[in-house]
């Protein structure tokens, strides 16, 4: 079974300072991993996502995330926050030797605060 | 590509009642997925179809819920006699299976308020 732990449920930083949100997985076999976006009374947008190829995924707006096997880790990072980066963060893992389902499994979420 | 689109956005109901959800997927998409989310949580699978037929489903589904895909195009989700803790938003997503590794593709969710 998979599953995804993301340390923290909020993370405040400042506008203009370093975003990390923290994502761990529990998997039997090299995952495929996600990172989704949401923003109040909206559904969930992708970000990025590892597949398997380069372990260094850039996404939209800015950010990155880089798979680790050796720590079971897909941490999100992003060099300068900004204003409109404050929503709900969610880290997804799914199972690429699923019988093709891949039905992804969600992490509870971060919420990103910033700060002027 | 119009996106996911799901109806009704917003739904209070009192407790016993039943209500339905819409939920027109990208059309060349042939997978469907329900997922509910509460507050503070992440989503949490429901089921899904492959066209018309129902692959999977969780155990959150009970005899309460039923989901229907009938042509492989729409779908629609009903809540029967509802209760206080159906009370969240529900998210429909889909993708293509021969593109598939879990990427999906959300609506705008439909959020439930059962008093």
Redesign the interface.
């Known amino acids: 079974a998979q599953s ?1 732990t993301q340390l923290g ?1 909020h993370v405040s930083v400042s506008e203009g300072a370093l975003v990390l949100l923290r994502c761990n997985y529990s998997s039997s076999v090299p995952p ?1 991993l ?1 990172w ?1 976006v949401q923003y109040p ?6 970000l990025l ?1 590892y ?1 398997s190829a380069a372990t260094l995924v850039k996404g939209i707006n800015g950010f990155e995330a880089e798979f680790k096997k050796s720590e079971t880790s897909f941490h999100l990072t992003k060099p300068s926050a900004h204003m409109s980066d404050a929503a709900e963060y ?1 880290c ?3 199972d ?1 030797l699923s019988g ?10 971060t919420s990103l605060i910033v700060h002027p | 590509d119009t996106g996911v689109s799901q109806n009704p956005r917003h739904k209070i109901t009192k407790r016993g009642q039943n209500v339905t959800f819409r939920c027109d997927p990208i059309s060349e998409h042939n997978r469907l997925y329900w997922y509910r989310q509460t507050l503070g949580q992440g989503p949490e699978f429901l089921t899904y179809f492959q066209n018309e037929a129902q692959l999977e489903k969780s155990r959150l589904l009970s005899d309460r819920f039923s989901a229907e895909r009938p042509k492989g195009s729409f779908s629609t989700l009903e809540i029967q006699r509802t209760e206080q803790g159906d009370s969240a938003m529900y998210l429909c997503a889909s993708s293509y299976s021969g593109r598939n590794t879990g990427e999906l593709f959300f609506g705008e969710g439909s959020r439930l308020t059962v008093l």
């Open positions: 995804v449920s495929y996600f989704y009374n909206q559904g969930l947008q992708l996502k597949t969610f997804a893992v799914s690429p093709g389902s891949y039905i992804p499994t969600f992490g509870r979420g």
